[in-house]
């Protein structure tokens, strides 16, 4: 089962993947072994898939390189839970294709805690019940299920929320 990763507050890109491990993030796919590395040494060997990142406020600030959120879709996280996000990165994870979902958990669930995370409902399960988050919007959802909003331009040949072309998908 999906367990939870907590972090604080204010987050940065370089926390995710820190800028010193650059020449590796062209053209090797070992990148992702570096995600957290001087705040959670041990989060890229332990992380599974499905994994869920609960932290603080103001999530993702810094840098806007893609690279941070890249680090954790290759590593199959199942979606990222913080009260504020940094814009940029925020949309990058979604493009990504890496649900996020604005919501203060911290004092809810603990590190380790086992948990659902239903992406189309939003709806997160733990020990202690279940928790309703704001559920992505429609157009999110639809390029959720292609896995991003590149996987969903390439399948249908238009962006998510956009409608159809007359007699297209």
């Known amino acids: 089962m999906p367990r939870v990763w907590k972090f604080g507050d204010s987050i940065n890109t370089d926390d995710i993947l820190p800028g010193k491990f650059a020449p590796f993030m062209a053209g090797e796919d070992v990148f992702q072994t570096f995600a957290f590395h001087y705040i959670r040494p041990e989060f890229a060997a332990q992380v599974q898939p499905g994994d869920v990142l609960v932290g603080g406020r103001n999530w993702g600030l810094g840098s806007s390189r893609e690279y941070a959120p890249q680090a954790l879709k290759?590593?199959?996280?199942?979606?990222?839970?913080?009260?504020?996000?940094?814009?940029?990165?925020y949309r990058n994870l979604l493009?990504?294709?890496?649900?996020?979902?604005?919501?203060?958990?911290?004092?809810?669930?603990?590190?380790?805690?086992?948990?659902?995370?239903?992406?189309?409902?939003?709806?997160?399960?733990?020990?202690?019940?279940?928790?309703?988050?704001?559920?992505?919007?429609?157009?999110?959802?639809?390029?959720?299920?292609?896995?991003?909003?590149?996987?969903?331009?390439?399948?249908?040949?238009?962006?998510?929320?956009?409608?159809?072309?007359e007699g297209g998908p």
């Open 95 to 165: 493009n990504l294709g890496i649900p996020a979902f604005e919501a203060d958990l911290t004092a809810v669930l603990q590190d380790g805690d086992e948990v659902s995370l239903d992406v189309e409902t939003g709806v997160l399960t733990y020990a202690g019940g279940t928790i309703q988050l704001p559920p992505p919007p429609e157009f999110l959802r639809e390029a959720l299920r292609e896995g991003s909003i590149l996987a969903f331009f390439k399948k249908y040949g238009r962006f998510p929320g956009e409608p159809p072309a």
């Open 74 to 89: 290759k590593l199959r996280i199942g979606g990222i839970i913080a009260p504020s996000f940094a814009r940029i990165h």
